[in-house]
């Protein structure tokens, strides 16, 4: 009986785990979006500068209706394989909320089977690193049930870079200019006028 019990409760278990994962896995979903961006290989973008135009639309040689759950749609900037080498934080995992590849949300739209196109500004706070640009699509139960990227199954191809923001900024390096300007001019007005002071000093 205690033995019935524990397989009842262990099965029950597995059942609950499944149902409240759903897909887990990269390798399960469908690869049905055909997705672009407008870098050119091997471009460089300058963080908080630049834009990214990405364009988007249904694999129209797919089954009609396989979109027939689809609901939204997450971009995100995602590390290339020469960016994720030795840099475990950047690790690709098939389990996908172990998965380190994607880390740079881009934007979230409702989905359209149609070509939709927009522009995005590379954020700020976005590393120097080689990217491209993947797409998530969800159901209604907002799980991950299909994708599409701008690179190949290795992250090898149509690959761009992102050049980080350096720890100095424009304004802060003409303020230093100008502090170290009005230094030097005080400095000299400062042995002006003590030099003027003991010629006064001498003449008396």
């Known amino acids: 009986m205690a033995i019935q019990g524990f397989l009842l409760v262990s099965l029950l278990f597995s059942c609950l785990a499944a149902t409240s994962d759903g897909v887990e896995t990269f390798s399960s979903l469908q690869k049905s979006l055909i997705v672009t961006a407008s870098p050119k290989l091997g471009q460089v973008l300058k963080a908080g500068e630049d834009n990214i135009t990405v364009t988007y639309s249904f694999n129209k040689s797919l089954a009609a209706g396989t979109d027939s759950s689809y609901k939204t749609v ?13 840099r475990a934080w950047r690790r690709t995992e098939d389990h996908l909320n172990k998965d380190k590849t994607c880390q740079h949300n ?45 690179t190949d199954a290795h992250k090898t191809t149509n690959l761009f870079n992102v050049q980080a923001i350096s720890g100095r900024h424009v304004s802060l390096d003409i303020a230093s200019i100008c502090f170290s300007a009005f230094s030097v001019v005080s400095l000299f007005g400062f042995f002006f006028l003590e030099k003027r002071k003991a010629k006064m000093s001498q003449a008396k």
């Open 74 to 86: 997450k971009f995100k900037l995602c590390y290339a394989a020469v960016s994720q080498q030795d």
């Open 106 to 150: 881009i934007v979230t739209k409702p989905y359209s089977s149609s070509n939709t196109t927009f522009t995005w500004t590379v954020e700020r706070d976005v590393p120097t690193a080689t990217y491209f640009v993947r797409a998530y699509v969800y159901n209604s139960a907002d799980q991950e049930i299909a994708y599409g990227q701008t």
